[in-house]
């Protein structure tokens, strides 16, 4: 599952968006956006962090945005 991630200035983990999957994809869909001084990251979330809070999800994601960013 891919997810948006927004870093702030100094990469600290600030918000993360999941698309809710819908029965009527023809309605479109929505999405964050990042403010002045911050940076979107789309990754692919590993699976092992699909039902963990936002709390642990931000600490975790740390390595996995460091590592989007370099690519």
């Known amino acids: 599952m891919k997810i948006t991630v927004i870093t702030g200035r100094a ?3 600030v918000g993360t968006y999941r698309p809710a999957p819908s029965a009527k994809p023809e309605v479109g869909t ?3 956006l990042a403010g002045p001084g911050q940076a979107v990251h789309v990754i692919d979330l590993p699976k092992e962090l699909e039902n963990v809070t936002a709390d642990e999800l931000h600490r975790r994601l740390k390595g996995h945005v460091s590592a989007a960013k370099k690519k």
């Open 30 to 32: 929505g999405g964050a």
């Open 11 to 13: 990469g600290k983990i």
